[in-house]
């Protein structure tokens, strides 16, 4: 069984209340254009007109040279962290995305990586899993590269 694990509840509180980002910076705060801005704890969309997050984050617990550094968003309030079942809101929204799998490490497992289709992706990162040197997988915009979730083992 799979799990998508959305952003620690208590990473994301710390970046609400105005923490530092990966870079060392204060989140920037805007309104919600509606087009799509997917807050990484609760995986829902940030609806038009409400009040955002967006940072400089780094999935990973220490800088290293695979350690990528990307914008996310995040809402500006506190929300319910996803809990799994269904697939998220925030993973529907794009036709395909870029699964990897990486080892307990934190450092990219060659071979792994792949652009698949949404309804293909737990498929693939169940064959990912495959692979005893992957400890999780993350997902990320195909076309930006933007971390979305991570996938771990259930």
Excluded: W
């Amino acid at each position: 069984m799979l799990k998508i694990t959305a952003l620690p509840t208590n990473i994301t509180r710390t970046l609400q209340a105005g923490g530092p980002d990966a870079n060392g910076q204060p989140p920037e705060r805007c309104l919600s254009d509606g087009g799509g801005n997917p807050c990484r704890h609760c995986l829902r969309y940030i609806p038009k007109g409400a009040e955002m997050l967006i940072l400089a984050h780094r999935p990973f617990p220490a800088p290293q040279p695979y350690a990528e550094v990307g914008p996310i968003f995040l809402c500006a309030d506190e929300c319910p962290r996803y809990d799994g079942g269904e697939m998220p809101e925030a993973l529907q929204g794009s036709p395909d995305y870029l699964v990897k799998g990486y080892g307990a490490d934190d450092r990219i497992v060659y071979g792994t990586g792949a652009v698949v289709e949404q309804a293909q992706m737990l498929e693939q990162a169940g064959q990912i899993f495959t692979d005893p040197r992957v400890a999780y997988i993350h997902i990320r915009s195909a076309r930006n590269n933007c971390y979305k979730a991570r996938i771990d083992r259930g």
